[in-house]
């Protein structure tokens, strides 16, 4: 037996069709309560930092608890080594990349430049938010590729449904947003597409929720673990090296 929605499909003109289907829809057209989030200014400016516990950190953590087991040998993170220190559980050292000298760095190198990044040198590359900030993305999973030991795994994390790090003060760049289709392609052309797994998590709601600034706590963890990859907060990478540097 056809439903109202596609009898009223074959029978009525279009702008009945219209008028109909705004109340055959649930909740009907208007009927859906806002609440807090009714508001062209999200609840928080700072990703959720003063809730709590960030949404799209809940997810690069659950991303990084995955691949524990890759996180070993000699170590490189970006800007600092927490996530080296939080899930290896057999490293031999931990290195600091930063582009420029400051703070705890002991790697000086701009991944836009694969020839200033040191060659095979380490076992497992945490690189967390950060590509997103490079405005030469291929040649930035280049030197991804190229600071590996052959054997070594790249363990990345990037940004998909977001704000804009800018305001008006800054003058850097955030130049790139990502799906999985385009994870897959990117660091596909550079490991081989059998050398790389890519994860999407997310779903709508807490996408919403990460772009109003709610903290993962807000959330039951049954909506946060819901994967959905049409609504990606984050986008996981695993790249591994498996035939030396480029």
Known sequence: MPSLRSLARRVL????????SRYLVHPPVGAVDFGDLRS???????????????????????????????????????????YLRAFGSDLESTD??????????????DLSRPDDVPQGAFDVFVCTQTLQFVPDLEAAI???????????????????????????????????????????????????ADAIEVQEYGNVLSAIGFLHGLAADELTTEELDARDPAFPV?????????????
Request: glycine share 12%; net charge positive; hydrophobic share 40%.
């Open 234 to 246: 984050i986008v996981g990478v695993r790249a591994r090296a498996a035939h030396g540097a480029p």
């Open 96 to 109: 600091i990349l930063l582009p420029v000298p400051g703070g705890k760095a002991t790697v000086i190198a």
């Open 13 to 20: 003109p279009r702008r009945a069709r219209r008028a109909i």
């Open 40 to 82: 062209t200014r999200p609840l928080s400016r700072s990703w959720g930092w003063d809730r709590g516990i960030p949404i799209d950190r809940h997810y690069i953590d659950a991303f990084l608890s995955a691949h524990a087991a890759d996180v070993r040998g000699r170590g490189l993170e970006v800007k600092d080594d927490r």
């Open 142 to 192: 280049v030197s991804c590729r190229r600071v590996l030991r052959p054997g070594g795994v790249l363990l990345a994390t990037l940004p998909g449904l977001t704000r804009t790090e800018l305001t008006p003060e800054d003058s850097g760049g955030d130049y790139w947003r990502f799906t999985g289709s385009t994870a897959r392609r990117l660091f596909g052309s550079v490991f081989g």
